[in-house]
């Protein structure tokens, strides 16, 4: 089977699942809140968005109305599509562009909508919070309205430019223009609302009960895993390493667990073996075993066959 053939059949096994209409949702949702924060804070209080978004209120701010927000952020948005066409599967770009129009027709419903917050920092910060959230909604579930990310993809793949790099460069043009464009109060309040806008599309869409990867360095390591295992009812692997110090093969446990067990762990370490090496990292997502499951994630469950012969 061909590849184009490969991406359409599974692009219409994907429309017709639960996880499909649950992300257009989750879009709608996401882009509402967006929406009504663009209307009701960041048009009236000057402030300007990250990304297109921002592009696009800076060039509103520039030309004057000539031209409905929704309409041109569609129109900036063409070009990215047709430049990036190529290097997304049809599932994505399929989603991108309805997030696209749903993003476009909410532009349109929540204009004039006001929220009734007056003081600058206050707004900023509300607005962050209410636009990331939505923001953070979508992503968590796969969506997307478009925009900078395919241009940061793009750039990734043709230059190796990564794609933090294409979005600090544009926000901080865009902060920058907002400053010149009416002053540097302003400016600074944009810069809160982007700052809270990341945090808050970052917890939303990795979640608050963020787990912790653990890497233990012990003498002791069986004891260790006993409390991992037993006590902890978590499950984890061993490395095989060498001690660089005392050249001495050595066992490194590694395992997930959350916020709320990284304080018993500490405290079973300290006790079974005070001079173990202890490293924490944050880790983004975890599926699997004890966390979630494919299933949860929007996958379909996999079937596995049969081994039972069959009769003849």
Not at 72 to 84: E, H, K, S, T, W
Not at 207 to 212: E, I, L, N, T
Request: hydrophobic share 45%; glycine share 10%; with cysteine.
């Amino acid at each position: 089977m061909s590849p184009i053939k490969e991406e359409l059949k599974d692009l219409s096994q994907f429309v017709r699942r639960w996880v499909f209409w649950r992300t257009l949702l989750m879009i709608q949702l996401g882009c509402f809140l967006f929406g009504w924060v663009i209307s009701g804070i960041l048009i009236p209080q000057n402030f300007f968005a990250g990304g297109l978004m921002g592009i696009s209120l800076l060039i509103i701010s520039l030309s004057g109305d000539w031209i409905s927000l929704s309409l041109l952020y569609i129109l900036l948005n063409i070009p990215l599509f047709l430049l990036g066409y190529r290097s997304f599967s049809l599932r994505f770009l399929l989603i991108s562009l309805l997030g696209m129009g749903i993003f476009s027709c909410n532009l349109e419903w929540t204009a004039g909508m006001s929220i009734p917050t007056r003081e600058p920092l206050l707004a900023a910060i509300l607005g962050g919070i209410l636009s990331g959230s939505g923001s953070g909604l979508y992503l968590r579930f796969g969506g997307s309205v478009g925009g900078l990310d395919i241009l940061g993809a793009f750039l990734k793949k043709k230059f190796s430019i990564p794609i933090g790099n294409t979005f600090i460069l544009v926000n901080l043009v865009i902060i920058v223009a907002n400053g010149f464009l009416y002053d540097l109060d302003i400016a600074l309040y944009t810069g809160i609302f982007m700052y809270v806008f990341s945090w808050s599309l970052q917890r939303v869409q990795t979640g608050f009960s963020q787990r912790k990867a653990v890497f233990i360095i012990s003498k002791k390591p069986e004891e260790v895993a006993e409390k991992v295992l037993r006590k902890m009812d978590r499950g984890l692997t061993y490395f095989h390493a060498y001690g660089g110090l005392e050249h001495e093969p050595r066992e490194v446990i590694y395992t997930v667990i959350n916020l709320l067990e990284l304080g018993r762990l500490k405290q079973y370490l300290y006790e079974i073996d005070p001079d173990a090496f202890m490293a924490v990292n944050d880790t983004a997502e975890v599926i699997g075993k004890r966390f979630l499951s494919w299933e949860e994630e929007g996958f379909n469950p996999i079937r596995k066959e049969s081994t039972t012969p069959k009769s003849a």
